[in-house]
């Protein structure tokens, strides 16, 4: 892959950032979706990294590109995107908020 460093101890690196990725998805809410979407692939994927040692099986039973990118992303959901989540606490959001930032919507339109 171009851009990317090869990782020689690409799987043991990918397993140490998916379990810390679940710890930081268990301050979510249960039921909020990025967790439970995040929760399930972690889940798949630690199974499979468990399971597997060769890096060419790893791949394809994976199936989302060259690990080496997987650990990009997955440093990148740590870094940024989980950070941000929890900061910003969109579950937190009071169910008639747009709502009440709903424009006005005109119900007759006159065609010209």
């Known amino acids: ?13 990918l397993i140490e950032l998916y ?7 268990a301050k979510f809410p249960e039921d909020f979706p990025y967790r439970v979407d995040n929760e ?6 630690l199974a499979i990294l468990l399971e597997e ?5 790893l791949e ?3 199936d989302d590109g060259q690990l080496e ?7 990148d959901e740590l870094a940024n995107e989980i ?3 929890l900061e910003l606490k969109p579950w937190d959001t009071p169910a008639n908020k747009w709502e009440k930032q709903r424009p006005y919507i005109y ?6």
Not at 19 to 25: D, G, N, R, W
Not at 40 to 45: A, G, I, K, N, V
Not at 107 to 112: A, M, N
């Open 1 to 13: 892959m171009v851009g990317l460093d090869v990782q020689h101890h690409a799987r043991e690196v």
């Open 19 to 25: 379990k810390k990725m679940a710890v930081e998805l």
């Open 40 to 45: 399930y692939s972690l889940q798949r994927r």
């Open 53 to 57: 040692t060769d890096i060419i099986r």
């Open 60 to 62: 394809e039973e994976i």
């Open 69 to 75: 990118s997987m650990i990009a992303e997955a440093q």
């Open 83 to 85: 950070p941000n989540l």
């Open 107 to 112: 119900t007759e339109v006159e065609v010209l």
